[in-house]
């Protein structure tokens, strides 16, 4: 059943919210929805009080790597911890206290899929898909959506399609997918494509972007049919946004799982 899933993006060491688009790196062209106060290990602690599992911590760039620590400290083995994750230090994010660990970029070298690598990771874990997240971050195209990698702003050789997902599924426990178009604007969900990964994927998977509201939560259960999970971003009010409130979506979780 859907479910929302929260996030900590990290970037230079703090939790903040990001216009996915507008993240390359120049610093100049970063649009910012928010900066927190709080540490990475606030929000891993919070998530653990409210029983909210299935978050993905975001490692954007370099400088994250104590601040991810420290989150993870906070309720080992329940994040999903992605950002640079390749087949030399999957395993050691596990030992960390990762449950899972995400990867994308990695996969493209020269922005084209390698299945080598892929294996490579999955012989990192020991063999272990159920500890693989492939992320399949995407930009949309007309009618398609094609992988962005290197921080959204890369497109690769590979379309998100049955085809793409089929071939992917036996390595992987889950799917995460950012609509990087639609990522930090609270402008509402790309509909076609939740739709879409609904029919697709026979795994868990978890979209993300445009989030901005309950109604999103239920319009995602409905496109799916119970299917995809939402994360939801810069519009929850412990990300400075007005669009929804944190305790808001966990009792969402709750009434759903109730059947209410």
Same mark, same amino acid.
């Given at each position: 059943m859907t479910r929302f899933r929260p996030c900590i993006d990290l970037h230079s060491g703090q939790v903040k919210q990001i216009v996915g688009g507008t993240l390359t790196e120049s610093e100049s062209s970063l649009k910012t929805n928010h900066v927190s106060a709080f540490s990475a290990g606030h929000f891993g602690r919070l998530y653990r009080e409210k029983g909210v599992d299935g978050a993905h911590i975001i490692m954007l760039g370099a400088g994250n790597e104590a601040a991810a620590r420290e989150a993870l400290a906070e309720w080992p083995g329940k994040f999903q911890l992605g950002g640079g994750i390749t087949d030399a230090n999957a395993r050691q994010w596990l030992d960390w206290g990762a449950g899972k660990v995400i990867t994308t970029s #990695? $996969?493209?070298? &020269? @922005?084209?899929?390698?299945? &080598?690598r892929l294996r490579g990771i999955i012989h990192a874990l020991k063999g272990d898909k159920e500890k693989l997240v492939i992320d399949l971050s995407c930009r949309r195209n007309g009618d398609r959506w094609i992988v962005a990698m290197n921080k959204w702003q890369t497109a690769t050789d590979m379309e998100v399609n049955q085809d793409s997902i089929s071939m992917l599924e036996p390595y992987c426990s889950e799917f995460l997918v950012h609509a990087a178009d639609n990522e930090g604007l609270q402008q509402g969900i790309d509909e076609a494509l939740v739709r879409n990964l609904s029919r697709w994927c026979s795994i868990p998977v +978890? #979209? @993300?972007?445009?989030?901005?509201? $309950? &109604? &999103? $939560? +239920?319009?995602?259960?409905? $496109?799916s049919g119970g299917k995809v999970h939402l994360t939801i971003g810069s519009a929850l009010d412990i990300f400075g946004g007005s669009g929804v409130g944190f305790d808001d979506c966990v009792e969402w979780n709750r009434r759903s799982r109730d059947g209410l």
């Amino acid at each position: 059943m859907t479910r929302f899933r929260p996030c900590i993006d990290l970037h230079s060491g703090q939790v903040k919210q990001i216009v996915g688009g507008t993240l390359t790196e120049s610093e100049s062209s970063l649009k910012t929805n928010h900066v927190s106060a709080f540490s990475a290990g606030h929000f891993g602690r919070l998530y653990r009080e409210k029983g909210v599992d299935g978050a993905h911590i975001i490692m954007l760039g370099a400088g994250n790597e104590a601040a991810a620590r420290e989150a993870l400290a906070e309720w080992p083995g329940k994040f999903q911890l992605g950002g640079g994750i390749t087949d030399a230090n999957a395993r050691q994010w596990l030992d960390w206290g990762a449950g899972k660990v995400i990867t994308t970029s #990695y $996969l493209f070298p &020269d @922005a084209k899929f390698s299945m &080598d690598r892929l294996r490579g990771i999955i012989h990192a874990l020991k063999g272990d898909k159920e500890k693989l997240v492939i992320d399949l971050s995407c930009r949309r195209n007309g009618d398609r959506w094609i992988v962005a990698m290197n921080k959204w702003q890369t497109a690769t050789d590979m379309e998100v399609n049955q085809d793409s997902i089929s071939m992917l599924e036996p390595y992987c426990s889950e799917f995460l997918v950012h609509a990087a178009d639609n990522e930090g604007l609270q402008q509402g969900i790309d509909e076609a494509l939740v739709r879409n990964l609904s029919r697709w994927c026979s795994i868990p998977v +978890t #979209y @993300a972007g445009g989030g901005r509201s $309950l &109604d &999103d $939560l +239920t319009r995602v259960r409905e $496109l799916s049919g119970g299917k995809v999970h939402l994360t939801i971003g810069s519009a929850l009010d412990i990300f400075g946004g007005s669009g929804v409130g944190f305790d808001d979506c966990v009792e969402w979780n709750r009434r759903s799982r109730d059947g209410l």
